[in-house]
């Protein structure tokens, strides 16, 4: 009889084993109608464990089992190495408030491997991060349900890792991976369905993928698999917050989701076994940590992302994947121990080219939220710019001499056909951004050397001023203030910045079709590209409202008005998505952080606007200029309420955005900012 499935059936089938609906005709293989389970025993799946469960139908190996959570909880308390490795070696922190010594983390990340006992310890005895962190009896009976308090019994048997789910699942965790992380797919030698069979592989087979790098992807795709629960908010259950006292803390107890623990196992094996055999393994442990840090970024543990993305950073700067064939370094530079093999095919170089890609353009777009430089400079990235993807899976090779590079003339506005996709477009973004993070970080010190093109000449003021020690008047001279917008060189980048969306081809200036559907790549790159205009303008902004409310122009400030320029066009671009997107939670994390860049600047404008804090929304809204950036402020929130519900980190922004609201409106309060 062929089965029916409701919303809360296994969501594999039993006799393909894909996700449903899988479109499978053998029916003999699925379990019986009226067998209708409920998640948490969806999601009690194991391989064959010999007398635990049976198995539907012939032939097929999948069964069910149900494990207590008296042998779950045993399992995961041991303390064989408590006394050998410090808790904040290998522990990730919670959330991004926590502050602790990150120095044994940031050694793994970086590629370093500390000379001691601890790094040849047996990784299966090892006691996993964050599960029960916080002990307490009142909350760990034999009779509740680990499933409720956890995921951790969806954990599957593997033959080579017994943290591993099943092949099976394994395989389909791996098919959602490829599904939404379009961009990391791009990572890859091989195809989705050669990793899936590569999984049959013995564990010593040069082959099959790393475990570090198995497990990454189980976190990664776990966001996206309905009938895995998702991750919980970590301000409201797992910060260590100072109005939340520990009694209260201790008393939720609250284990790890399933993204959660498998990117803790991957973090713990980089930095425990993160010594890779070859240099192959080095390839396959960087992509494991750019994987990693998505799914930290998505969880909203912004302090790991932000060290992982530092550690993929470096690890790409390790191998010298930054550097493109024809541009080495005429100095031996090269770490003998991890240096790369030349590529055995087209595919592999790049795959290869694409890890650095990602791992630059992670670095650029995120890091215009922190006061910090770029881990690389551009003058030292010497790698071809990404081909189209389609040219890649079909093995067709492009000649050196006709790729672009960094160092191209007008490669901004420069897009062939054969080599531009929207990747392509996301990378030269990421170059734009970097560019004007470099001219604002750099411009005094190069000003002060008498660099040309960031030359200003000063003038001489003359105006009437009094004297401290009589009433009389007397000419005094003061130096005209640098204007940064006067020079070549902001001249010349804000000539980029607005033409470069101008630039873009036909077939790739409508990120969000008609039909709903979303090319989340190209809709980053014209975010990336807004950002820019955002970030070359707002230093110079004065973005206090004028005092007449029926006016022409809402700003005195050119610069002001370029700025709110940009904030209009991402906040159309968002509204255009919350219309069209049938599901707007399946956005990259990029598009939360641009929602609250935007809702930022809404609320910087309304403060400088009054000059007195506002004492309630009812004074905001009634100035009919206000009213207007109050708006977008309030939109900004509800989109960003609602990707929530799928990513916890749009949750953290939001709450930053209730205690900025907080600042507005009171009067013991300087600004209403917070750094972005």
Known sequence: ????????????????????????????????????????????????????????????????????????????????????????????????????????????????????????????????PFMFEHTNALTTTSNDSAFNRSDDGTLFRNDSDSELPSVSLMGV???VFFDYYHDLGRMFEKTPSEMKLSLHFPPSHQDRPHPILL????????????????SRLPFFERTQDSNQPNSIKQLFNLPDSFGEYHCAIAARRLYMDGRAESAHSEVELTQAVVIVNATFRRLGKLDWAFKFMEGAQRRAALLHLNVG?????????????????????????????????????????????????????????????????????????????QRQYVHSPNVLFNHPPELTD??????????????????????????????????VKG??????????????ECIVEKDNPLDARETEGFLHLETDVELFVTSFPA???????????????????????????????????????NESDYGTDDFACKSARKVVEAL??????????????????????????????????????????????????????ARPRCRRFWDEFQFSRLTLQKIGTRLPVANVLDLLLDGMVLRLTSPNRRSSRVSS
């Not at 709903?516 to 004065?542: C, F, Q, R």
């Not at 707007?584 to 641009?594: A, N, W």
């Open 1 to 128: 009889m062929q089965a029916t499935y409701g919303p809360q059936s296994s969501p594999v089938c039993a006799s393909c084993r894909f996700l449903r609906p899988c479109g499978c005709s053998r029916g003999h293989c699925d379990p019986p109608e009226d067998l209708n389970l409920s998640v948490e025993e969806s999601y009690r799946m194991v391989d064959g464990p010999s007398g635990s469960a049976s198995s539907f139908g012939t032939g097929n190996t999948m069964g069910w089992a149900f494990t207590s959570e008296s042998h779950i909880h045993s399992r995961f308390t041991t303390d064989a190495v408590a006394n050998d490795i410090p808790s904040e070696a290998h522990l990730p922190r919670n959330s991004m408030s926590d502050t602790g010594d990150y120095s044994a983390a940031n050694t793994f990340i970086s590629g370093q491997h500390p000379e001691s006992e601890t790094s040849r310890l047996d990784v299966n005895s090892y006691p996993p």
């Open 173 to 175: 965790l791996l098919d």
């Open 215 to 230: 497990h990454a992807i189980c976190g990664a795709s776990s966001f996206y698999m309905d009938k895995i629960p998702s």
């Open 325 to 401: 064939p024809g541009f080495e370094s005429l100095s031996s530079d090269y770490v003998q121990n991890v240096r790369v093999a030349s590529s055995s095919s087209p595919r592999q170089e790049e795959s290869r080219r694409n890890l650095f890609w990602v791992c630059y353009t992670t670095e650029r777009i995120y890091a215009q939220f922190l006061a910090q430089s770029g881990l690389i400079d551009d003058i030292d990235v010497s790698q071809a710019l990404p081909l189209r993807f389609d040219l890649v899976e079909y093995d067709i090779v492009i000649p050196q001499s």
């Open 422 to 455: 929207s990747f392509a477009l996301f990378v030269k973004s990421a170059i734009l951004l970097s560019r004007v993070r470099v001219f604002n970080r750099r411009f005094r010190m190069l000003n002060a050397l008498g660099v040309p093109e960031m030359s």
């Open 459 to 472: 003038s001489r003021l003359k105006h009437v001023e009094k004297t401290a020690d009589t009433n009389s």
């Open 507 to 545: 077939y790739l200036q409508e990120p969000i079709a008609q039909d709903g559907y979303v090319d989340w790549t190209l809709l980053n790159t014209y975010l990336a590209s807004y950002a820019a205009k955002m970030i070359l303008h707002e230093p110079h902004a004065d973005l206090r409202l």
């Open 568 to 621: 209009d066009d991402a906040c159309r671009l968002f509204r255009t998505m919350a219309e069209s997107v049938p599901d707007i939670t399946l956005s990259d994390p990029y598009c939360s952080s641009m929602l609250y860049k935007c809702a930022t600047i809404c609320l910087d404008i309304i403060q400088k606007s009054f000059a007195t804090s506002p004492a309630s929304q009812e004074e905001i809204v």
